[in-house]
């Protein structure tokens, strides 16, 4: 089996690199070793699932190439959101109503677990409730957006449709129409992941970077990974948990590539919205936006569908400027100007769904990608589904997240 593919995550400097994160301690691998499951991938996902399985009483090995949430989860703006990033009635039409009403509703499980075990476990990550705006845009217009509001409805969701009017009084911005959710959540994703492997370490996980993957053998028995190192690592289960950079055999035909820019202003609390919702539009490519507790504005997206690393990281100053602009077209009352600025790559999937599960044709392997912008949300989902897996308890709702569905 062919090693992860390798590229560069992200470029720029995140505003949540700006402060000094003290992480639990990991150790290069220095001789061959045997775990019950092995977890390639020290982000958000592997950090969550590392957890799940820890506390299971499961015997848990991470290993990451670049070190503990170094890589894409540092550039995450961490919009914690159940809302998919496609609409229920355009979803709908891809999966049929009943299905699209079980992933939603799975979606919103998902993000009110992360601030649940958040709080139980004690972790410390500027976790906070928000509710969110979905604003008219050029994908959904106001009729389309109560058509979004009235199916949310009837799947059991609280939202509320707002008029133009409503917005202007209540938040202060101009669009044709809005959808207010709630049970949301913000967080800072470095501390978040740390705090999750802090947690699994704790209860016996072992955690080894950097340790990159060249390879591994899969059958009925278990799996044998192999390290660039030169070592070996025995495991009865593997999970994958590495973004798009997937083994080959894994199928990604259902996904693709985006690259994401995102800015972050300098602190002005006084200028922040009501409620801090967090904001995004029925756009593409859209617009979204939210606050930190230090009173920066986080904002994001201008995303196209593209992986060339070079093409992205020159697009950042034309990217940056045209957030800028977008921010205060949004916002005019704010300071627009980026104090942080930076670019991502990430999975996403044609149907807006992840795919999360037993990898196909690979005995004892699990993986999870096509995130999209719910990367934190979905993390939360394959931890649950593939801890339940690896336990024996196989998740009601695994097929509708499976490789092949």
């Known amino acids: 089996m062919t090693a992860t ?9 995140t505003v949540w690199e700006a402060r000094r994160l003290r992480g639990p301690a990991s150790e290069p691998l220095r001789r061959d070793a045997r775990t019950g499951v092995l977890v390639v991938g020290a982000g958000v996902s592997g950090a969550l699932i590392a957890q799940a399985l820890a506390e299971a009483g499961e015997d848990v090995m991470v290993i990451d190439r670049r070190g503990l949430a170094k890589g894409a989860t540092a550039a995450s703006t961490a919009l914690l959101q159940y809302e998919l990033d496609e609409p229920m009635i355009r979803l709908a039409r891809k999966r049929g109503i009943e299905a ?8 919103r499980l998902a993000v009110a677990a992360i601030g649940e075990r958040a709080r139980r476990l004690g972790i410390d990550a500027d976790i906070h409730e928000r509710c969110s705006l979905y604003l008219a845009g050029d994908r959904l217009d106001a009729r389309d957006l109560e058509r979004e509001w009235a199916e949310r409805k009837r799947a059991g969701f609280e939202v509320e449709l707002l008029s133009r009017r409503d917005l202007k009084d209540r938040f202060g911005l101009s669009r044709a129409a809005a959808i207010l959710a709630f049970g949301n959540y913000e967080a800072d994703p470095r501390r978040l992941a740390l705090g999750f492997l802090k947690d699994a370490a704790a209860r016996g996980a072992r955690l080894h970077c950097p340790v990159e993957l060249a390879g591994f053998e899969s059958t009925a028995r ?5 390290t660039r190192e030169g070592l070996t690592i025995r495991a009865r289960e593997l999970v994958l948990a590495t973004g798009y950079e997937m083994p080959e055999d894994v199928p990604a035909d259902a996904h693709e590539i985006v690259s994401t820019w995102a800015i972050a202003t300098r602190p002005q ?3 922040l919205w009501p409620d801090h919702c967090l904001i995004w539009e029925a756009s593409d490519p859209y617009l979204y936006a939210r606050a930190t507790t230090d009173g920066r504005i986080v904002c994001g997206g201008e995303d196209e569908d593209f ?5 992205r990281d020159a697009l950042l100053p034309r990217k940056t400027k045209a957030l800028e602009r977008k921010l205060a077209r949004l916002m ?3 300071d627009p100007r980026a104090e942080f600025a930076w670019t991502g790559s990430f999975g996403a999937s044609r149907d ?3 795919s999360i599960g037993r990898a196909p044709g690979l005995a004892r392997v699990h993986a999870c990608l096509g995130y999209g912008g719910n990367g934190t949300t979905f993390s939360m ?3 649950q589904m593939i801890a339940a897996d690896i336990g024996g308890r196989p998740d009601p709702d695994a097929e509708l997240f499976a490789f092949q569905r």
């Open 100 to 107: 699209t009403r079980r992933i939603w509703r799975r979606s």
């Open 307 to 311: 992986a060339d690393v070079a093409t």
């Open 5 to 13: 593919r390798t590229t560069d995550l992200r470029t720029g400097t």
């Open 222 to 226: 278990g799996v044998t990974a192999r």
């Open 352 to 354: 807006g769904a992840p």
């Open 269 to 271: 609390p006084r200028n």
């Open 332 to 334: 005019p009352w704010v």
């Open 381 to 383: 989902m394959a931890a």
